[in-house]
């Protein structure tokens, strides 16, 4: 893989506000860039909350806002997610994970949704966590909602 490449110096020319950066990658080298990686790690940085909020704020407002509507125009996208750098030099990104889907979660959540109309997602969430599908079966079962 291209020195270029690594995701170590993909945040530093983020951060530097390098907009030339995709421009210097050859054909192959932007098959293999990843801007949807890329964009996850930089969102996440060391250093002050302030600055830990900054780009979380920055990173939603210049890119992943209209991500997916740019997705044909790779370039595009890396000099929104440059706009996202304050320019305060190359610091430290760290990689969040995706949280995880719990199997069987949006067949859950839909249930509980039909049976509490009125909750909010954030209930929900809370229901998702304190209810079993055992006892959301056996409410329907017993509300004549027998049906898988």
Same mark, same amino acid.
């Given at each position: 893989?291209? *020195?270029?490449?690594n995701?170590?110096?993909?945040?530093?020319?983020? *951060?530097?506000?390098?907009?030339a950066?995709?421009?210097?990658?050859?054909?192959?080298?932007?098959?293999?860039?990843?801007?949807?990686?890329?964009?996850?790690?930089?969102?996440?940085?060391?250093?002050?909350?302030?600055?830990?909020?900054?780009?979380?704020?920055?990173?939603?407002?210049?890119?992943?806002?209209?991500?997916?509507?740019?997705?044909?125009?790779?370039?595009?996208q890396?000099l929104?997610?440059?706009?996202?750098?304050?320019?305060?030099?190359?610091?430290?990104?760290?990689?969040?994970?995706?949280?995880?889907?719990?199997?069987?979660?949006?067949?859950?959540?839909?249930?509980?949704?039909?049976?509490?109309?009125?909750?909010?997602?954030?209930?929900? *969430?809370?229901?998702?966590?304190?209810?079993?599908?055992?006892?959301?079966?056996?409410?329907?079962?017993?509300?004549?909602?027998?049906?898988?």
């Open positions: 893989m291209s *020195d270029k490449l995701i170590g110096n993909e945040m530093r020319q983020l *951060d530097l506000k390098n907009r950066f995709y421009d210097s990658l050859d054909a192959d080298e932007r098959k293999k860039f990843s801007t949807f990686l890329m964009i996850r790690w930089s969102s996440a940085v060391e250093g002050s909350r302030e600055l830990q909020e900054y780009y979380v704020q920055s990173a939603n407002h210049y890119v992943n806002k209209h991500f997916f509507t740019l997705s044909k125009h790779p370039k595009l890396w929104c997610a440059t706009a996202a750098s304050p320019g305060m030099g190359a610091l430290r990104h760290n990689w969040i994970a995706p949280k995880k889907k719990e199997a069987g979660a949006s067949t859950k959540r839909k249930a509980l949704a039909a049976m509490f109309p009125h909750y909010k997602e954030d209930e929900l *969430d809370v229901m998702m966590q304190v209810v079993s599908q055992k006892e959301i079966d056996s409410y329907n079962k017993s509300a004549g909602n027998d049906k898988k």
